[in-house]
């Protein structure tokens, strides 16, 4: 069975500067789909970035990119200039590629707070 | 569309009673998954449907919760003779297959506090 762990609870960061989270997994599988999840106060989940194990290249999206070390296991994500609103919940999932096999298996999550 | 609709968003119940809770997915999205969490971690599997099929339970999923997912649209959610360690909030996520790589779509999930 797959297993996510972000070993960090909390994370603090002064507004307009950078942040990463740290997430690492483990599996026995080649190929798969990593994901970060966003989980403001109001509690809706909601997709920041996405990796294809398969892809070599590193996940960007605007202010947010990815560290993605297959051979460590390792997908962190990095904030850039980081805003108010990124305060929130961010959990690490993988989803393996297989067909059949659909569920996302989560970490425990990372609270990032956002100083002003 | 709207995406993904949970009802209700709160629910209380004492000990003992029965609950259900309702999922509307994304129109087009074919799977249908629910998921429980509990304060301070990641949300967990429970079970999900491709279409009317539920194709997957996780063991957390005892013989007194049910799920349902008549017609491939909606999904519902019961659990039966609640306990106190069913207070969670359960939220309800959809896909579209084939579109692996996309990852879910979840809704705003309901809160269970079982008194």
Known sequence: AQTVTQSQPEMSVQEAETVTLSCTYDTSESDYYLFWYKQPPSRQMILVIRQEAYKQQNATENRFSVNFQKAAKSFSLKISDSQLGDAAMYFCAYRSADFGNEKLTFGTGTRLTIIP | ?115
């Open chain 2, 1 to 115: 569309d709207t995406g993904v609709s949970q009802d209700p968003r709160h629910k209380i119940t004492k000990r003992g009673q029965n609950v259900t809770f309702r999922c509307d997915p994304i129109s087009e999205h074919n799977r249908l998954y629910w998921y429980r969490q509990t304060l301070g971690q990641g949300p967990e599997f429970l079970t999900y449907f491709q279409n009317e099929a539920q194709l997957e339970k996780s063991r957390l999923l005892s013989d007194r919760f049910s799920a349902e997912r008549p017609k491939g649209s909606f999904s519902t959610l019961e659990i039966q003779r609640t306990e106190q360690g069913d207070s969670a909030m359960y939220l309800c996520a959809s896909s579209l297959g084939g579109r692996e790589k996309d990852g879910y779509t979840f809704g705003s999930g309901t809160r269970l506090t079982v008194v």
